[in-house]
C-alpha cells in the first residue's frame, strides 16, 4: 500500500532501506533494517512515495478496479465540460457523470481536478456568453463541488497555435480590450476574461472556505524553446500571465500531448521550463499526457518508454511538480488513439501494461533529486500587477483587528502526501517579520517548503519570513508553502509577528 514507505522519502534521491511494518497496538512504525527496499508495484503508490500524485483522465464508462488501484488522481475527459453541464444562463444540468467520477475518486482517495471552467472549445450553451454569465457559471460549477475538487482548471487554452505568443482570437478571447494598446491585457483600464475569471473563481474559493486550488491549462507551452531553438514564445506568455496574476491563480497546468509537431516535442529544457513557473510559487502539473508513437519512431516498446521516463524525471526533478496525470487509459481508448500514447493496450477494462509503464513506474520508484529547498524568491513582475476591475478578493467576514499576525492554512491532500498553504495576514498594525508554528500529526513529514524559512520537518515546525515577504501591511496577507509526506489534517497555525 502507499503508506508503508511513504515516510522515508525525502526531496534527495537516496537508496531506501528496507522497511518493515509493525503493528503495534494499532499503530503503524516503520522500521528500517538497512537493505534496498523493494519497489512500489503501482503508479500511485510509487507516487505517493515521491510526494506527488499520478492521475489519470477518464469516464464513467472507464470505472474499473485498476483506476482506483493504479491511480490517486482523477480528471473528467469531458464530464465537466461547459458542453456538458452548463446552460446558457450558467446554471448546471446533466452533472450525473461528473458527480459518479467525484464518489468514484472519493471511494477511492483520489484528488479530483476540475476540467474546466472557461474554454474556447466544447462551450455548448454558454458559446459567446458574456462575462457576467461566465462568472455564474463559475461560481456554480466551484460550489457545487466544493472542495471535493482539489484543482479546477479555471481557463484553458487562452493562447494561439504556432508559437506566437498571442492570446486566442475566438470567444471568449473576442471580450478581451487592450485599451491602452500596448500590446497586453495586464493594465488597470484593459479587459481580460483571464483576470476576470480568476478573480471570480478566486471570490468563490474564499467566501466558501474552500480548499480548492485554482489553475490555468494550456499545451505547447512545455518547453523553454521548440523545435530547432527557437524561444517558446508561446510558454513565455503563458509564464508572464502567471506572473503577472500570481494573486489569483495557485496552479499551472501544462497538458503535455506530445507529438511531433515542431511546437509539441519533448525539449530537453522541459525541467528548466517545469523550475521557472514552480519558482513564481505556484504548484506545476502535467495534465493531460500522452506521447505520440511518431517521437519514437512507432516504437511504442524502449523508445516510447525513454520518452515517458524523460517527462516524468523532469517533474520529479522540481519540488513544486505535484502532479502527472495520463489523458487516459489505454491506447485504443484514447482521444488519439492512432498515436497509441497511452501507458496501457488493450481495452474495455481487460488491460495489458506497455514497456512506458515499467519506465514510469521504475522512475517515480527512484524518487526526487531536487538538491536544493525552494525558497527562491517569486520573479518580479516586469508588468505591474493589474488592478481588478472587479472587487478585489476579500473574505466575507473581515478578521478581527489584532495587532501581530494570524495564519490560517488550507491543505490539499492525497494517499501518502499532502501540500499546505498557509496565509500569514498581519493584524492592525503593519509588521516587519512574522514565525509560523504548526504541529504536524505523527507520521507526517515536511519535504520541502516555498517562500519561507523552515526549522524541523515533523511534530512542532516552525516556517519564518524570507527577504522578500517579512513586511506586511496592516491587514494584508502574504502566503507560504509546503509539501509533505503523511497525512496532515487538523492543523492549528500559530503567528507570531515581529
Ligand atoms: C478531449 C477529449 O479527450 C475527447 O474525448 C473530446 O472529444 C475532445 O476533448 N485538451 C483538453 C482536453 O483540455 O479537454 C481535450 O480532451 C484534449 C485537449
Redesign the pocket.
Known amino acids: 500500500m502507499d503508506s508503508s514507505l511513504r515516510q522515508r522519502r525525502r526531496t534527495t534521491r537516496i537508496a531506501l532501506p528496507t522497511a518493515v511494518l509493525l503493528l503495534v497496538g494499532g499503530t503503524v512504525t516503520i522500521q528500517s533494517v538497512g537493505t534496498a527496499a523493494a519497489a512500489e508495484t503501482t503508479l500511485r503508490a510509487a507516487a505517493a512515495n515521491a510526494g506527488l500524485f499520478f492521475g489519470v ?1 477518464a ?1 464513467p464508462n472507464r470505472l474499473t478496479s485498476l483506476v482506483g488501484q493504479e491511480f490517486s488522481q482523477l480528471t473528467p ?2 464530464d465537466m ?1 461547459p458542453d456538458r453541464i452548463a446552460t446558457s444562463s450558467g446554471g448546471l444540468q446533466n452533472t450525473g457523470g461528473a458527480d459518479t467520477l467525484v464518489n468514484h475518486a472519493q471511494s477511492n482517495n483520489m484528488l479530483v481536478r476540475g ?2 471552467l472557461v ?1 474556447h ?2 462551450a455548448g450553451a454558454l458559446q459567446g456568453a458574456s462575462q457576467a454569465t461566465l462568472n455564474t457559471f463559475i461560481g456554480n460549477a466551484i460550489n457545487r463541488w466544493g472542495s471535493r475538487i482539489a484543482y479546477w ?1 479555471v481557463v ?2 487562452a493562447l494561439e497555435d504556432n508559437n506566437t505568443g498571442r492570446r486566442r482570437n475566438q470567444w471568449p478571447h473576442t471580450m478581451n480590450r487592450d485599451a491602452n494598446g500596448d500590446g497586453d491585457f495586464f493594465d488597470a483600464g484593459d479587459t481580460d476574461v483571464i483576470r476576470d475569471s480568476f478573480i471570480r473563481a478566486k471570490q468563490v474559493v474564499q467566501a466558501g472556505g474552500l480548499t480548492t486550488k485554482l489553475c490555468i ?1 494550456d ?1 505547447d507551452v512545455e518547453g523553454l524553446t521548440v523545435q530547432g531553438g527557437t524561444q517558446n514564445r508561446k510558454a513565455n506568455a503563458l509564464y508572464d500571465i502567471v506572473r503577472t496574476y500570481r494573486q489569483y491563480i495557485d496552479c499551472v497546468g501544462f ?1 503535455a ?1 506530445f507529438n511531433d509537431n515542431p511546437n509539441s516535442i519533448i525539449t530537453t529544457d522541459l525541467q528548466a521550463n517545469i523550475q521557472r513557473f514552480a519558482d513564481l510559487g505556484v504548484e506545476v502539473h502535467i ?2 499526457l500522452d506521447i505520440d508513437d511518431d517521437l519514437s519512431n512507432n516504437d511504442i516498446g524502449a523508445g516510447q518508454a525513454e520518452n515517458y521516463r524523460k517527462v516524468v524525471r523532469a517533474c520529479l526533478n522540481v519540488a513544486r511538480c505535484t502532479g502527472i496525470t495520463v ?2 487509459i489505454a491506447d485504443s481508448e ?2 488519439r488513439s492512432s498515436e497509441r500514447g497511452l501507458l496501457f493496450t488493450g481495452g474495455s477494462g481487460n488491460y495489458q501494461k506497455k514497456a512506458a509503464y515499467h519506465a514510469v513506474l521504475d522512475e517515480l520508484n527512484k524518487g526526487r533529486d531536487v538538491s536544493t529547498d525552494p525558497t527562491t524568491p517569486p520573479g518580479t513582475p516586469t508588468t505591474p500587477p493589474a488592478t481588478p476591475t472587479t472587487p478585489p478578493v476579500s473574505p466575507t467576514t473581515p478578521p478581527t483587528p489584532t495587532t501581530g499576525c494570524s495564519a490560517t492554512v488550507s491543505l490539499n491532500s492525497w494517499t501518502g502526501g499532502f501540500v499546505a498553504t498557509v496565509r500569514v495576514t498581519a493584524g492592525s498594525a503593519p509588521i516587519t517579520g512574522w514565525n509560523v508554528r504548526l504541529t504536524l500529526p505523527s507520521g507526517a513529514t515536511v519535504t520541502n517548503t516555498w517562500n519561507a524559512n523552515r526549522s524541523g520537518t515533523s511534530g512542532t515546525v516552525q516556517f519564518s519570513n524570507v527577504s522578500y515577504n517579512g513586511s506586511v501591511n496592516a491587514g494584508q496577507t502574504t502566503e507560504f508553502g509546503f509539501q509533505g509526506t503523511g497525512t496532515a489534517t487538523g492543523l492549528t497555525p500559530v503567528c507570531t509577528a515581529s
Open positions: 483522465a469516464s475527459e469531458n465540460k476540467h474546466t474554454w472549445s466544447q482548471d484553458n487554452e491549462n499545451y497538458q500531448h495534465t493531460e489523458w487516459g484514447s482521444w
